[in-house]
């Protein structure tokens, strides 16, 4: 089993900065692929980043440009740094992982979830 935990979330008014941090434990021998998902009120939730181990990433189209995947070389932990915030980034953000990278073209199914951070951007 993997626990991911998330740290970093918080209140920030808009055009500023956070970076989220996850830190991964338990069997992460493979954990091949960490990201970030994101869950406003009243919306489903959805994509924000990924990145594998091999380094490549994914953003979601709304935070291209202002957030930025990042991770250590032993895959225990992934960040994310995010700036220029909007309002429309607040969010509980999740950390999220799978073992295998999908072939292109395929959907993540991340089997492993954190608990969430809060981010609040205020106008």
């Known amino acids: 089993q993997v626990q991911l935990m998330e740290s970093g979330g918080g209140l920030v008014q808009a055009g500023g900065s956070l970076r989220l941090s996850c830190a991964a434990s338990?069997?992460?021998?493979?954990?091949?692929?960490m990201g970030w998902y994101r869950q406003a009120p009243g919306k489903q939730r959805e994509l924000v980043a990924v990145?594998?181990?091999?380094?490549?990433?994914t953003y979601t189209d709304s935070v291209k440009g202002r957030f930025a995947i990042s991770g250590r070389n032993a895959a225990n932990a992934v960040y994310l740094q995010m700036n220029s915030l909007k309002p429309e980034d607040t969010a509980v953000y999740y950390c999220?992982?799978?073992?295998?990278?999908?072939?292109?073209?395929?959907?993540?199914?991340?089997?492993?979830w954190g608990k969430g951070t809060l981010v609040t951007v205020s106008s």
């Open positions: 999220a992982a799978q073992r295998t990278i999908p072939p292109k073209g395929w959907d993540y199914a991340m089997n492993y």
């Open positions: 990145l594998t181990s091999g380094g490549a990433t």
């Open positions: 338990g069997s992460i021998f493979r954990l091949n692929v």
